[in-house]
């Protein structure tokens, strides 16, 4: 399973960026970020269908998960200094079509991650 992850970059605290994440099939899916000195953390899960979706309290109204098919994206709107991590796309197989994982020890593959970096 390859995840090809794209879109990072370096903005200013209030601006959007889009990060997209392609697998080689359906999987239920998530990203994640971790930044320097801290641990993984959950950012948002989308099940198969696309029809379910979570996301963690800190980006709740700002960040949007969406799906076309086998390829995820993360719509993040009015980013702040401490979104800047490396964000990682997970997927796995799901036996229900609206099933959410949030662990990431749920998740078997991963992308290579992308720096999002938002300056204040």
């Known amino acids: 399973v390859q995840l090809q992850a794209s879109g990072g970059g370096l903005v200013q605290a209030g601006d959007s960026l889009r990060l997209s994440c392609r697998a080689s099939n359906d999987y239920a899916m998530a990203w994640f970020r971790q930044a320097p000195g801290k641990e993984r953390e959950f950012v948002a899960t989308?099940?198969?269908?696309?029809?379910n979706r979570k996301g963690a309290d800190s980006v709740k109204g700002r960040f949007t998960i969406s799906r076309d098919r086998s390829t995820m994206y993360l719509e993040m709107t009015t980013l702040k200094p401490e979104d800047t991590a490396v964000y990682y796309c997970a997927a796995d197989s799901a036996s229900r079509w609206d099933e959410i994982k949030r662990e990431y020890t749920q998740y078997r593959y991963w992308g290579q991650g992308t720096q999002v970096t938002v300056s204040s």
């Open positions: 989308i099940s198969r269908s696309g029809r």
